[in-house]
T-cell receptor, first 114, second 116 residues
């Protein structure tokens, strides 16, 4: 089984709808991240969480919210989806250590907002 | 401002030829550096990472990268490319400073096409 799973893998929705993307991990990591990927822009950080009680905004958090339900689960919500939120969304986890941390990514969720 | 630049958006090489993908960074703190690969329809897989020590880093799938502080570069190389290496490659940089947030800055990506 994959260490980092994301559901759904693909989603098509309409403008104004509320959408939740879910991420689960079995790596036992404390840190979890949500990114979006757009062609030509690489990955940009939306939110990150160091533990259940520690959630922080990334560089592009407007229009998004998150919930860390447990160490293993981190959900991303679009309260009212808009077309420019069409993108590939990745969840990642990491475990901070003396030598820094390495992020491990899920397979991604392709979201299309019509 | 912190940034990562991958100057080549798209590269095409013949199978068996050597490969070098460029990555330049601008970062005020002591950096740590990564290369990830994304195959079509897949997530990002870690190829290699540099935190400290030997500036030539070996990774999976026969890849290596060299950290050159004086040039602010972390170029990825492979001596002989295989058709299965066709993918998108991302360079990323983070910081080893205490209180590090773990945040990574990613480059725009380089798409590698391999000709038979």
């Amino acid at each position: 089984d994959a260490d980092v799973t994301q559901t759904p893998r693909n989603r098509i929705t309409k403008t104004g709808k509320r959408i939740m993307l879910e991420c689960s991990q079995t790596k036992g990591h404390d840190r979890m991240y949500w990114y979006r990927q757009d062609p030509g822009l690489g990955l940009r950080l939306i939110y990150y969480s160091f533990d259940v009680k520690d959630i922080n905004k990334g560089e592009i958090s407007d229009g998004y919210s998150v919930s860390r339900q447990a160490q293993a689960k981190f959900s991303l919500s679009l309260e009212s989806a808009i077309p420019n939120q069409t993108a590939l969304y990745f969840c990642a986890t990491s475990d901070w250590g003396r030598l820094g941390d390495t992020q491990y990514f899920g397979p991604g969720t392709r979201l299309t907002v019509l | 401002a912190q940034s990562v630049t991958q100057p080549d958006i798209h590269i095409t090489v013949s199978e068996g030829a050597s490969l070098e993908l460029r990555c330049n960074y601008s970062y005020g703190a002591t950096p740590y550096l990564f290369w990830y690969v994304q195959s079509p329809g897949q997530g990002l897989q870690l190829l290699l990472k540099y935190f400290s020590g030997d500036t030539l880093v070996q990774g999976i799938k026969g890849f290596e990268a060299e950290f050159k502080r004086s040039q602010s570069s972390f170029n990825l190389r492979k001596p002989s490319v295989h058709w299965s290496d066709a993918a998108e490659y991302f360079c990323a940089v983070g910081s080893l400073l205490s209180g590090n947030t773990g945040k990574l800055i990613f480059g725009q990506g380089t798409t590698l096409q391999v000709k038979p």
